[in-house]
């Protein structure tokens, strides 16, 4: 079988999760702008920290910006588009 990418381990809503949180939205401020609750937000959170081998979220955002998955200029990464 195939080894994913890293980014394509990610399911798009967790990229755009992903770059909303290292915008340094809030989970509050990322669910009203994705008209999802809070709790879903947790929990893509946690999947994606999961899914990316990371400790915590400031090792997520590292992981992610290196990574090229996300963009701090507030573009998703390479394979969103």
């Known amino acids: 079988m195939e080894e994913k990418s890293v980014d394509e381990q990610l399911i798009s809503r967790?990229?755009?999760?992903l770059q909303l949180l290292v915008e340094g939205k809030s989970n509050k401020?990322?669910?009203?702008?994705l008209e999802i609750s809070t709790r879903t937000v947790e929990s893509h959170r946690?999947?994606?920290?999961?899914k990316l081998h990371?400790?915590?979220?400031?090792d997520l955002v590292r992981y992610a910006i290196r990574n090229k998955i996300v963009r701090p200029?507030?573009?998703l990464?390479?394979?969103a588009g």
Do not use: L, M, P, T
């Open 29 to 33: 401020e990322v669910a009203s702008k």
């Open 54 to 58: 990371c400790h915590s979220f400031s």
């Open 77 to 79: 990464g390479s394979s």
């Open 14 to 17: 967790e990229r755009e999760i």
């Open 46 to 50: 946690a999947n994606i920290i999961r």
């Open 73 to 75: 200029d507030g573009r």
